[in-house]
């Protein structure tokens, strides 16, 4: 294992031609299309093969802006975009329907061409305790559209599967009761119009499976074949010393075309959960076998052999575990609630997501941003990794500063990350020796998006920064915008998308 602490020292880098994701290859030079999901379809990789992109843009003129919308007051979730859509969660803050007022969850589906309302999905908060969905914070989760169906979390804790044409195309069952669903409890269900999201099934998580969520349902949906990876949001209660759920599981699989459970984690993470499970799975393929890499909210990272196909029989059945690395194996594994505000000695959580390229895994870890230890790393793992090896399989591990909450974008031969501590880091992938660093304005929580050459960030002060995707440091723009910025940046069809916590914008070149 090779440890290295962040430095500023520039340190010479080979570049690849082409980058592999375990067995995935990644967008092609001049390759343009959508996005419909969270970074690369199944590694997570935050790198896009868009071109022509926008290296500046003017929010006061104007300058390389396609369109902007208004979204609520607090939106966390990432744009997708799909079929002449583009999809965002946020709150309703700014009621687009006067049928729909108060705190609500809203996932936006907005027209690509102008980002005009197409329709959207508005869901009524859960109510007594508010740390199982926190006052306006809205819809976090980010959606993933597979043809015609979105598949998504609420804020309630549900999975759905959404017609992506909303009520246009008529309502489609299985399920039928839209009007009920955006009543708030003890009022009369609406009337369901064109401007309402289509539901085609729903899978409650809370209801169906007894997971207890934290602040909010955060997933982001992996689809691999007929199934669907879900994150379940499962942690502590209003105390931040209690897990309420503590047999409940932390990754479940559904059946995409019906909503049915299949199959869920069986690793009794439940208890050694410190604060919730952020992270949201990937996978990869690794010599003949496809994994699913899922980030614990116990910090250890867990590797699952994918399922191939349906079971005959509707017994759910337990993932086979494949291996799992503790990234922090000195921290304390038992009654890890009692580090709540320990600042200094406390267990790691992960809340990014695994990136899997050329065999290798890329994560980052740490002590929690709100209650633990101000410690992070990212590390890099071998994604074959030994069976039951706790923190084997570790081939270099690079110190970041404070928390981390970003994905890793693996470009060539270098990875580029943010954290919690107003740094951006460039790192040699092959080696995890630093390349450079640029402290910036704030904090960040989202990740890093690499295309056309530039890496794209935002901060949580609401400035949004360019790089170059180079060995040498060149910061190509600084561009502060309405409000703090939370998710990452979306490239498709030629169009940069930015969401900051008041609007979204369409960035393109020549605008």
Not at 24 to 39: I, V
Not at 433 to 438: E, F, G, R
Not at 490 to 502: D, F, P, Q, R, S
Request: hydrophobic share 35%; charged share 25%.
């Amino acid at each position: 294992m090779i440890m290295h602490k962040r430095s500023s020292t520039i340190a010479p880098v080979s570049l690849l031609l082409v980058s592999l994701v375990c067995g995935f290859t990644a967008p092609g030079p001049g390759r343009a299309g959508d996005q419909p999901q969270w970074g690369q379809r199944f590694s997570r990789n935050m790198v896009s093969g868009e071109k022509d992109l926008p290296g500046s843009f003017d929010p006061v003129n104007g300058g390389n802006i396609k369109w902007r919308a208004a979204l609520g007051s607090q939106t966390y979730s990432t744009p997708v975009v799909a079929g002449g859509r583009v999809l965002i969660g946020t709150n309703n803050e700014e009621p687009r329907d006067p049928r729909h007022r108060g705190d609500r969850g809203v996932l936006m589906c907005l027209m690509e061409e102008n980002g005009a309302l197409d329709w959207q999905l508005v869901a009524p908060k859960l109510t007594g305790d508010p740390y199982l969905d926190w006052p306006k914070e809205g819809m976090v989760s980010t959606a993933t559209v597979e043809g015609e169906r979105i598949y998504m979390v609420s804020n309630r804790g549900e999975v759905l599967c959404l017609d992506l044409y909303g009520q246009k195309n008529g309502n489609d069952g299985p399920f039928y009761d839209e009007g009920r669903y955006m009543a708030p409890e003890g009022e009369n269900a609406l009337e369901v119009t064109k401007l309402d999201a289509d539901i085609l099934w729903r899978f409650d998580m809370p209801e169906q499976i007894r997971i207890h969520q934290h602040d909010a349902a955060h997933s982001s949906i992996l689809i691999h074949g007929r199934f669907l990876y879900v994150n379940t949001s499962n942690g502590v209660d209003n105390t931040h010393r209690r897990i309420r759920a503590p047999d409940a599981p932390s990754l479940i699989v559904l059946d995409k075309a019906t909503g049915r459970w299949i199959a869920r984690d069986d690793e009794r993470i439940g208890p050694n959960i410190f604060h919730s499970t952020w992270s949201s799975p990937s996978l990869g393929r690794v010599g003949e076998r496809d994994l699913v890499f899922f980030g614990g909210g116990d910090g250890i990272c867990y590797a699952f052999l994918a399922l191939s196909a349906l079971p005959a029989d509707r017994r759910v059945r337990p993932l086979e575990l494949i291996w799992r690395y503790d990234g922090d194996p000195s921290a304390s594994k038992e009654n890890v609630h009692q580090y709540v505000k320990n600042r200094s000695q406390s267990p790691s959580n992960i809340k990014s997501m695994p990136v899997c390229v050329d065999g290798r895994i890329y994560i980052t870890l740490g002590g929690d941003i709100w209650w633990g230890k101000r410690r992070a790393w990212l590390k890099c793992i071998d994604a074959s990794g030994p069976a039951a090896a706790v923190g084997t399989g570790e081939i270099w591990s690079y110190e970041l500063e404070d928390h981390c909450c970003s994905t890793p974008s693996v470009h060539r031969d270098m990875v580029f990350v943010a954290d919690c501590g107003k740094n951006v880091h460039c790192v040699n992938a092959k080696d995890g020796i630093p390349i450079w660093t640029h402290e910036i304005d704030a904090p960040v929580w989202a990740s890093t998006l690499v295309a056309d050459g530039k890496v794209y960030l935002g901060s949580r002060r609401g400035v949004f920064w360019i790089f170059a995707a180079s060995e040498s440091k060149r910061v190509l723009s600084r561009i502060e915008l309405d409000s703090s910025i939370n998710g990452t940046a979306t490239a498709a069809n030629g169009v940069l998308y930015v969401a900051t916590m008041k609007t979204l914008y369409a960035l393109t070149t020549g605008e």
